[in-house]
């Protein structure tokens, strides 16, 4: 199973919450992949890395997804010959850039409805960042998330940016936490959406939950 990149085809971004609404109820059995962040992550390169270059927007000023985002993606069965479509959904992330207190509220409102309403064939995705494990946002965003009981991976972005010993050592020191702190979540994965680290085992996890759902 494949993703086919350049292929993801952006459907619309919602940033009303009433709209939002609308939409999950009239789609209550959506099959598909949600991804979200804190801010500076690296979220939309991942994407890209993904789904195909220029399927997310990156921004010069990080934490800047201000609606969700829902684009179609296919997936390519060799075996059959045959193409499967899914959802992919680029969240609003937490650990907001400095937006107003209004701006924020919304979000935090996206997120609320998105997660309440979003069928539970949508695998989540979580980007942290493998120079910071265990951040505050991070772990408040895990102890937020777990109530949805959403099939949750957590990936680890930007292991290429741990260029000395002392950084790789921070990382290998924190491995017992992270595995106790995320012990709920499915999968944990190291990854590099720049050098492409890592990312052939998302994209076989990704296309394995999407598959197994439809």
Request: overall charge neutral; some cysteine.
């Amino acid at each position: 199973m494949k993703i086919q990149k350049g292929k993801c085809e952006f459907l619309m971004g919602i940033d009303q919450v009433e709209q939002l609404t609308t939409w999950l109820n009239e789609h209550p059995f959506i099959n598909g992949v949600a991804f979200i962040g804190r801010s500076n992550v690296g979220k939309s390169s991942l994407i890209n890395s993904l789904f195909g270059k220029n399927t997310a927007r990156v921004s010069k000023t990080p934490g800047r997804t201000r609606q969700v985002n829902i684009f179609d993606f296919v997936v390519h069965n060799p075996e059959t010959k045959s193409e499967h479509h899914f959802y992919l959904f680029d969240v609003p992330g937490y650990g907001h850039a400095d937006v107003s207190k209004e701006m924020a509220q919304n979000w935090q409102n996206l997120l609320d409805t998105f997660f309440h309403l979003c069928s539970q064939k949508v695998l989540l995705l979580n980007i942290q960042d493998a120079r910071h494990p265990l951040q505050d946002p991070d772990l408040v965003f895990q102890n937020y998330i777990q109530s949805f009981d959403l099939e949750t991976y957590v990936l680890f972005n930007k292991v290429d940016k741990l260029k000395t010993q002392s950084e790789r050592s921070l990382l290998k020191n924190k491995m017992p936490d992270i595995y106790k702190n995320f012990k709920w979540v499915k999968q944990i994965h190291f990854v590099s959406a720049e050098k492409g680290d890592g990312l052939s085992g998302v994209e076989l996890s990704i296309t394995n939950f999407v598959m197994r759902e439809s």
